[in-house]
C-alpha cells in the first residue's frame, strides 16, 4: 500500500492549486486525476475565459504561479453592468477603489498550464493518471482510498484526503455527503470572439429575462464571452451556425462593442446551484465545485474554489509545524470554520442576483431598477459590491493577505 500526507482526488484548477500550494512543505502528496492529461493539452483547462479576482491573483503571487500567467493575463480596469430595456447602469473604475484592476482574465488553458508546471517541479507530489476513486475506508490513524486505474485496482492510505472532484463529485457520495441542490433552468455558453471596437480592457455585464450575457477582454482584441439562457433555448443556440449565434449575441449585448465576430469554439455548461451539506469530517475535507456550484452571474465560482484552497492550505501547514495530525478533527474543523461565512456569503451574493434579475414581475423590475441606482449613486454600496467581486471579505487566510503561508 503507498502512503501519503495528503491524497487530493480531482485534478482539475482548484486541485492542482492546492497542490502547488503545498510544494513547499515537507508533505508527501498524492493527486489523482480521472482523465489523461499533460502539460500541453490539459483537457479539463479549455478556452474559457476566467475572471481571476485580486484575492485570486494574490493567491497565485504567493504560489508562484502569477509571473508566469501575467503576461498573458488582461486586466479589467472598469465594469459595465446593466439590463436590456431599463434605464441606469453600474459603472465600476478600478482606480476608484486603488486597486491595479478589478480582475484579470486568463484562460483556463494558460492557467492550468502553469498550474501543472509548477507541480510537477515538485518532487514530492506524485500524479495518479488517469485513475478514479471506488472506494473509501477510514482507520484510526489515516484513511485509505481503493484506485481504479485502467485494468489495475490499488489502495492508497493518507493522513488527510482532499476531495476536489467537481460538481458531481463520486468520492462526495462515497463518504455520504448529501448536497442540497437547485436547477436553475439555465445553461451557459461560453466562447471567444472578436469585436469591432477595442474593449479598452473593461468588462460588459447586461442582464436579460432569460439570463446574463458578459464580455471580458482579452488580449489581441478578442474578448471572452458567456452567454446563459434558458436550457431548451441554450441546447439550441449552441448547435446553430456562427452567424446565427452571433446574432442572438449581439441582440443580447447590444453593439457597444460593434459588430461581433471571429467566434471559437462553443461550450455549454448546465446550471443550477449545489451545496454541500457539510465540507469536512473523519479526515478529509471538500473544496471548490465538490463543495459548492454557483451561478456564474458573478464570476465567483472558481475565485471561491481557489479561497477553499488557501485557507486548506494554511491550515495543513500550520498544523504540521505545530506537530499535530494534519488529518486530525481540529484540522479539518478548522477548515470548514474559516470557510463558512465566505461559502454562505458568496450563495447569497450569486442566488440573489439569479432571483432579482430572472424574475419579471412588476415589484421584481422596480426593486431592480433601485438596486441599480443605489448602487451607482451611493459610494458605500459601490464599494460593497467591489469587495464582494474581489474576494477579500473576511476570509482570514495569509496568501490573501499578500503574506507567505
Known sequence: MNRYDVVIVGGGLVGVTLACALRDAPLSVALLEAVPFDVDTPPSFDDRALALSPATQRVLSGIGIWPSLAPDATPVRAIHISERGRFGAVRLYAEEFDLEALAHVSL?????????????????????????????????????????????????????????????????????????????????????????????????????????????PQQAGRCGLVYVAPTAAATAAASLPDGAFLAQAQDRLGRRLGELSGLGRRSMYPLRLAVADRVSGDRHIVVGNAAHGV????????????????????????????????????????????????????VRFTDGLVRLFCNESWPHAVARQAVMLGVELVPPLKRRLVVQGSGLRGVRSRLLQGRPL
Do not use: W
Open 108 to 216: 483556463a488553458r494558460d492557467l492550468g498550464s502553469s498550474l501543472l508546471r509548477c507541480m510537477q517541479q515538485r518532487p514530492n507530489c506524485e500524479l495518479h493518471c488517469p485513475a478514479r476513486v471506488v472506494g473509501v475506508r477510514h482507520d484510526r490513524a489515516a484513511i485509505g482510498v481503493t484506485v481504479q486505474r485502467g485494468e489495475e485496482r490499488y489502495s492508497l492510505e493518507a493522513r488527510l484526503l482532499i476531495v476536489a472532484d467537481g460538481a458531481q463529485s463520486p468520492t462526495r457520495g462515497l463518504l455520504n455527503i448529501k448536497v442540497r441542490q437547485r436547477d436553475y433552468g439555465q445553461a451557459a455558453i461560453i466562447a471567444n470572439l472578436r469585436t469591432d471596437r477595442p474593449h479598452d480592457n473593461v468588462a460588459y455585464e447586461r442582464f436579460t429575462p432569460d439570463g446574463p450575457a458578459a464580455v471580458l
Open 295 to 346: 451561478h456564474p452571474n458573478g464570476a465567483q465560482g472558481f475565485n471561491l474554489g481557489v479561497r477553499d484552497a488557501a485557507v486548506a492550505a494554511e491550515c495543513i501547514i500550520d498544523a504540521m509545524r505545530a506537530g499535530r495530525d494534519i488529518g486530525e478533527g481540529s484540522v479539518t474543523d478548522c477548515y470548514a470554520e474559516r470557510c463558512r461565512a465566505d461559502h454562505r456569503r458568496t
